[in-house]
């Protein structure tokens, strides 16, 4: 499977700031896509992570809070605008392999707003 | 979209024991259910996946099966093991058409294993 790295690992923000959360593949991969687990929760899809085209968010989720970039098959960003403590989650990054319906987890960003 | 149920919340066993968490769906065209094992500070990592092919996966002390008819699917720990002891989730497809989608999760099973 794909090393998948994600930076940074945790932070901690002020309320009605922006973090930038990356997401680095060591090899090209098919699928990305980027989940939010609230403290104790499971996870929820957030977007796909479409390559050279405007992500497809989920449900819920809007491209003015959390603007993804995905400028190359290895890479991604996702960021969390204008941040309040509800925004307080894990944020994590997966990508597919060979078959592309298996996904694999990065470690995830941590994330506390204060 | 799929909506996904996992029970229980919680599972306590003795070390040696099995554990059998069950999930349950909703989409009938749904055809591939993965596992995930999260441990503590970790991102979730795959230990098991089945597609709607096939009844049954094993893989070592590991095994899922898959009712079709019923619409569940469940992962079998055997002889279970201190490092055993995470949160499991249940997953299944977004959308059920053919091409890679994001997964929608159960609630997560948080498993105990017992000296």
């Known amino acids: 499977s794909a090393v998948i790295s994600q930076k940074p690992s945790r932070d901690i923000c002020q309320r009605g700031t922006s973090l930038t959360i990356q997401c680095q593949v060591d090899s090209q991969v098919t699928m990305m896509f980027w989940y939010r687990q609230q403290p104790g929760q499971s996870l929820t899809l957030i977007a796909t992570?479409?390559?050279?085209?405007?992500?497809?968010?989920e449900s819920g989720f809007v491209i003015d809070k959390f603007p993804i970039s995905r400028p190359n098959l290895t890479f991604s960003t996702l960021t969390v605008s204008n941040m309040s403590p509800e925004d307080s989650s894990i944020y994590l990054c997966?990508?597919?392999?060979?078959?592309?319906?298996?996904?694999?987890f990065g470690a995830g960003t941590r994330l506390s707003v204060l | 979209g799929e909506n996904v149920e996992q029970h229980p919340s919680t599972l306590s066993v003795q070390e040696g024991d099995s554990a059998v968490i069950k999930c349950t769906y909703s989409d009938s065209a749904s055809n591939y259910f993965p596992w995930y094992k999260q441990e503590l500070g970790k991102g979730p990592q795959l230990i098991i996946d089945?597609?709607?092919?096939?009844g049954e996966k094993k893989d070592q002390r590991i095994a899922v099966t898959l009712n079709k008819t019923a619409k569940h699917f469940s992962l079998h720990i055997t002889e279970t093991q201190p490092e055993d002891s995470a949160v499991y989730f249940c997953?299944?497809?977004?959308?059920?058409?053919?091409?890679?989608?994001?997964?929608?999760f159960g609630k997560g099973t948080h498993l105990i294993i017992q000296p």
């Open positions: 992570a479409n390559q050279g085209s405007e992500a497809t968010y």
């Open positions: 997953a299944a497809p977004v959308n059920s058409g053919g091409g890679a989608d994001g997964l929608t």
């Open positions: 089945i597609r709607s092919n096939v």
């Open positions: 997966s990508v597919t392999g060979q078959s592309i319906r298996v996904q694999y």
